[in-house]
């Protein structure tokens, strides 16, 4: 009677041994993947006799619940077989991570506010020594650095997980191979032992980084094509069942490169510590790469303590991946453009940022060479290593800035030569009294010969009256004898 008997699909229908072959003999089990809905109920099953019962009704046309007691109910996602309706995977915790994901939103919209910051200030000296194309490009780089977590945000997929990985290397490659050019540029023109002039404008350091986001663009395409990311499942400390994205030999293998790529930066860093830099410039990229170095290495290290063996948790490994990216991206930018922004409030604007060092100077010393000419300031800089990112406009400046402080520079030095020999000799102004006597009597005796005795004097031009009348020319570089400065 088992197989002949119209019951619903659900239950599954097995005989009872030992009551023959009558009606009612057997009794119906859930499915694998359903559970009995009585749960009070000490026999987790239906009774033939009793199905037997209602369906006579039924056939008969009575009134019977042939069609409702006699069901099971499917267990939740995710379970393969239950006896409740408990849950068999892990619910995200969506209110955190919708905090998460605001708080990452605002900070890229924050972006924007730096992206105008570096447009609008470009011509302020401490922006122009900073390269603010290049500031720019780090801007770009550190969007893509912030999108893993607005991925990360949704359950695991292998569409997202191969999202986070793009958006990681990609961002990783423009923000940090920008700050590591940068260095490098500063160690090699700090390194220099020669004359020559060393030039590496900003456009040879972006052409640079684009064969470093094209190596790192290379692996990523090999990486999808030879197999995307795989979402695995997990348990949790509730023996729960939570999905992950699987970390594989390429995986590993990307975060070696970067941690060798910040290795590199390291040694950089290091070679320009003492590299002179007149707003820190340096000083803040060498911070902003060390800092990276040592996250990146705990991360990945801690990244394989979160996975198996140990319980498996999405929510804390979200919360892991936030964490990194504020301690590193968004401390990079605050290295970066905190003291940036800073000087700008402090000194309104203005392009020349010196201006309270030089009167400082000027209180203090008795010859003060005057203003630096801007445009001669920022090409020093550029000279150095810290292009200011217009190099094309500053070149045309260069000799004629160079010939003004030199100009400069002269006249100072003969001051302070004729002011010395004065000072340190002063047997000196004896002689120059009895230069001045002869000189007069000579002027005298001329006067006192008939003008034509001179017929060609009155073509010579009278030469302008300074000591009573008459013109006295002393050339103290004849003089060797002198004090020490």
Known sequence: MVGNIAISQDPQCEHIPGLGFRRGSYKCVCKKGYYFPDLTASDKFYRGSDVEHEYEKKRKGLNNRYHQDFQCLPCAPGCDSCSDPSPCILALNWILRSILL????????????????????????????????????????????????????????????????????????????????????????????????????????????????????????????????KVVEGKDVSDLKAYICHADWWDHSAAIVELLFLLWGVRLCIVVRKAPSEFNESRFISWAIYNEFLLSLFLNVSMIFLRDPFPTNPDLIYLVLFIHTQLTTTVTLAFLFGSKAYLVYKYHGKSQSQNENSTALSRNSKYVMGPRPPSMSSTFVSKNGYSTGEDEECESFLEKDIQEEFRRLYTQLELLKQRNMKLGNPHLQVKLSAMTEAAQKDELILQELPSSHHPHSSSHPSTPNINGGRRIVINLDEYHVSTEV
Request: proline residues 2%.
């Open 102 to 229: 605001t708080i990452s939103g605002l900070i890229m919209s924050f972006l924007l506010v730096l992206v105008w910051f570096t447009v609008h200030y470009r011509n302020v000296k401490v922006l122009k020594a900073a390269s603010p194309a290049l500031m720019r490009v780090v801007l770009i780089g550190a969007f893509f650095l912030y999108c893993p977590c607005i991925v990360g945000y949704f359950e695991a997929s292998r569409v997202t997980c191969c999202m986070r990985l793009w958006f990681r290397e990609i961002g990783f490659s423009i923000s940090y191979g920008a700050l590591l050019l940068k260095t490098w540029r500063i160690s090699v023109v700090f390194r220099v032992r020669s004359a020559q002039r060393i030039k590496i404008s900003d456009g040879d350091l972006i052409k640079r980084l684009m064969v470093i986001v094209l190596v790192f663009a290379a692996y990523l395409t090999a990486r999808t094509i030879a197999g995307m990311p």
